[in-house]
């Protein structure tokens, strides 16, 4: 089994890498819905609709614009997740999602960060680069 190491991860807007990413991630969920009847002895569900969060954490880069500025409240970005890198071959997780919040900050003895949250709509793509 490999194992890769996160520094070689990115995330692009479209085609254009974000530029000081600190961590990202995708969550997956699935609703469920309850089809107990009477006479079971134990509650029953079934599988539902599936969804998809995630967030990008980045050092605060303004001359980024064609990265970290697209990640404003409320807009839609089409985003490539690659944990791998994007060597040919590697694993891509692709999709349209919209921006949800976004949390700016610095701390005295720290660096400026951009913190955005993000809801995928439609379907995720799982492929590879």
């Known amino acids: 089994m490999a194992t890769h190491l996160g520094k070689e991860g990115t995330v692009q807007v479209g085609s254009?890498?974000?530029?000081?990413?600190?961590?990202?991630?995708?969550?997956?969920?699935?609703?469920?819905?309850?089809?107990?009847?009477m006479g079971d002895s134990?509650?029953?569900?079934?599988?539902?609709i599936k969804d998809f969060s995630g967030s990008v954490?980045?050092?605060?880069?303004?001359?980024?614009?064609?990265?970290?500025?697209?990640?404003?409240v409320g807009s839609s970005v089409t985003l490539n997740f690659a944990?791998?890198?994007?060597?040919?071959?590697?694993?891509?997780?692709a999709g349209t999602f919209l921006v949800t919040s976004v949390e700016r900050g610095a701390t005295l003895d720290g660096i400026a960060t951009l913190n955005s949250e993000l809801q995928l709509t439609g379907a995720l793509t799982i492929g590879t680069v």
Do not use: C, H, M, W
């Open 16 to 37: 254009n890498a974000i530029a000081e990413i600190r961590s990202f991630s995708i969550d997956e969920s699935i609703d469920v819905v309850e089809d107990t009847s």
């Open 42 to 48: 134990s509650k029953t569900y079934l599988a539902s």
């Open 57 to 72: 954490d980045v050092l605060y880069d303004e001359t980024d614009t064609n990265g970290q500025t697209a990640l404003s």
């Open 83 to 93: 944990p791998e890198g994007t060597d040919s071959g590697d694993t891509k997780y």
